[in-house]
């Protein structure tokens, strides 16, 4: 039985292919107050703005390209069973040819029914106001904003209570719930970091790895290459 790799990524797995972290120093997002992009509140007080600032990040998302990292991720299925649980809201994973991927915090690819958070569907053009579902309701972009429920994190949860190897690249850690399923693997389970500027407290069984994602997903394959 192949071993079970898990893979949590974040912000720093994409910003090598061009995909602008999620903030800044400053607390913007390009140019934006999160409050008033990324909150339900601030979709009800100008769901103009919010829906344009989505059609942007959508639009970027056929300008960029999965970097050798995702690559490096898909190819790991050739030996291991690898599940990847990311924070990013982007496809580069699938098109890197990744086949089991988690979104915990949405897809731009994908809008969902105000209404009814389970009528979700495909979407790969601007969303405007006026875009409805088949019942009427206006479209939102299918993204977890802040004050949201996290719907996908007791399945997270659930994987990483099977990882024989856990994987963390380009992720502070430092945002709940995503950060807390640290917490799930098993005690004996082997853990990386990869993060050129790592955040993590020493824990049992830890390897950190302060580097890119792209240099540093290629030395934790060495390092578990030379393991098995």
């Not at 040819?97 to 105000?114: A, M, P, W, Y």
């Not at 995503?178 to 020493?202: Q, W």
Request: aromatic share 8%; hydrophobic share 40%.
């Amino acid at each position: 039985m192949k071993k079970h790799i898990v893979v949590l990524t974040g912000a720093g797995m994409s910003s090598e292919s061009g995909i602008k972290t999620f903030r800044d120093a400053d607390g913007l997002w390009e140019g934006h107050d999160v409050m008033e992009v990324a909150t339900p509140e601030g979709f009800k007080a100008n769901p103009a703005l919010v829906l344009d600032f989505y059609n942007q990040r959508r639009r970027q998302l056929f300008e960029v390209k999965p970097n050798s990292a995702h690559y490096d991720l898909a190819k790991l299925e050739n030996n291991f069973k690898v599940t990847i649980i990311t924070q990013n809201v982007d496809d580069l994973h699938e098109r890197a040819g990744s086949n089991n991927v988690i979104h915990l915090h949405g897809e731009l690819l994908k809008v969902r029914s105000t209404a009814d958070e389970s009528n979700i569907q495909e979407w790969q053009t601007d969303l405007v106001l006026g875009d409805t579902c088949q019942k009427g309701h206006q479209l939102r972009p299918h993204i977890v904003w802040f004050g949201e429920d996290v719907p996908m994190i007791e399945k997270a949860a659930s994987i990483c209570e099977t990882a024989d190897i856990l994987v963390i690249i380009g992720t502070s850690m430092q945002v709940y719930p995503a950060a807390g399923l640290i917490h799930y693997v098993p005690s004996n389970t082997p853990i990386y970091f990869i993060d050129p500027k790592p955040s993590i407290e020493s824990k049992k069984n830890l390897t950190v790895i302060t580097e890119t994602a792209t240099v540093g997903v290629r030395k934790f394959i060495e390092l578990i290459k030379s393991k098995i």
